[in-house]
C-alpha cells in the first residue's frame, strides 16, 4: 500500500511523467483512410559556419551602434562581424508519420512528402478540424497516395537547437 504522505506523491508522478516521456510517440489525429506510425529519424548535419566574432554587446545601445556602423555610407568599409567559416557537425532527430493507404491500388507504392512551412509543424498536413475539407493526408490516402509528412529541425517533435554562436552557411546531411 502506498502512504499518502506529500513526498510518495510527487515521487509517483514524476515516474509517471518520466514514462510518459520515454513512450513511443502518439499522432494527435490519425487520418481514417490510412495506416499510419510516426518515427524519430536520427540524422547527422555538418554545415559550414561562420562564428560571429564582433565585440558583444551590454545593452541595446550597444546593439544599435554596431548596425548603424554597418548599414552608414561613412563605414563601407566597416569589417563583417563574421570569422571564417568553421565546419561543424551534430546530430539530431527528426519526427515524422508515414502513412499508407488501408486499400492498395494504383498509387499506393508512390510517397508524396509533405513538409511544413515557417510557423507550422507536421500537423499542417494532418489537420483535425474538418478533416474532409482541410486534411491533405486524407485527401492522399482517400486517392491511394502514401504520405510522408515531418516536423522540420527545430520545430514540433524533432531536435530544437540554438545557434546564436554562429550563422549556417551550408548544410549536407551524413545520414
Known amino acids: 500500500m502506498i502512504s499518502s504522505n506529500k513526498n510518495t506523491v510527487v515521487c509517483l508522478c514524476l515516474a509517471v511523467f518520466s514514462l510518459s516521456l520515454a513512450s513511443p510517440i502518439q499522432n494527435r489525429y490519425t487520418p481514417e483512410g490510412g495506416l499510419c506510425r510516426d518515427y524519430d529519424i536520427p540524422v547527422t548535419v555538418t554545415s559550414k559556419n561562420y562564428p560571429w566574432i564582433a565585440p558583444k554587446w551590454s545593452d541595446n545601445f550597444g546593439f544599435v551602434d554596431l548596425l ?18 568553421e565546419s561543424q557537425t551534430a546530430s539530431h532527430q527528426i519526427s515524422g508519420t508515414f502513412c499508407r493507404p488501408k486499400k492498395q491500388g494504383k498509387y499506393s507504392k508512390t510517397v508524396l512528402l509533405a513538409t511544413h512551412g515557417l510557423g507550422f509543424d507536421r500537423s499542417y498536413w494532418n489537420s483535425p478540424y474538418k478533416p474532409e475539407k482541410y486534411n491533405f493526408a486524407e485527401y492522399a490516402l482517400a486517392r491511394g497516395y502514401s504520405i510522408f509528412y515531418y516536423d522540420r529541425l527545430g520545430v514540433g517533435r524533432s531536435s ?16
Do not use: E, M
Open 160 to 175: 530544437k537547437y540554438v545557434t546564436t554562436a554562429s550563422i549556417p552557411f551550408r548544410t549536407s546531411s551524413n545520414s
Open 68 to 85: 548603424s556602423a554597418g548599414a552608414t555610407r561613412s563605414t563601407a568599409n566597416f569589417p563583417l562581424p563574421l570569422g571564417a567559416p
